[in-house]
């Protein structure tokens, strides 16, 4: 049975896809993962990927949800991109992009943040 956290992750991960579907992404992959990490979402728009990071935080005394992307999980994202890169030649040819959406409640808004790595 579904942790109730990991129901509420997953309902975040498919909002957030979603959202980047409705202002024209499509969307390549979800939850992919290889031994140096998982990427949440995997998306093509024109001639960019996006690799995306989903964070959700109810709680703001934390310091919110781009706050919990620590230098620690960026690394690993990229690492888990260059992998990714590798299996899959054709995406190499494209621009690739560092992108976070982040929701403040599961019903709440979501702010997507292009190119947040740099």
């Excluded at 129901?7 to 290889?34: D, P, S, T, V």
């Excluded at 990714?84 to 929701?103: E, G, M, S």
Aim: charged share 25%.
């Amino acid at each position: 049975m579904m942790a109730n956290r990991q129901l509420i992750g997953m309902q975040a991960e498919e909002r957030a896809a979603a959202h980047l579907q409705e202002l024209g992404c499509m969307i390549l992959a979800r939850n992919f993962r290889c031994r140096m990490g998982e990427i949440d979402i995997i998306a093509r728009r024109e001639q960019i990927l996006i690799i995306a990071e989903v964070r959700l935080r109810r709680n703001p005394n934390f310091g919110g949800a781009a706050a919990s992307i620590t230098h620690t999980k960026r690394t690993r994202i990229i690492r888990t991109t260059r992998y990714l890169l590798t299996c899959r030649p054709p995406l190499a040819k494209l621009r690739v992009r560092f992108d976070t959406l982040l929701l403040s409640g599961a019903d709440g808004p979501i702010e997507w943040i292009e190119d947040a790595f740099n």
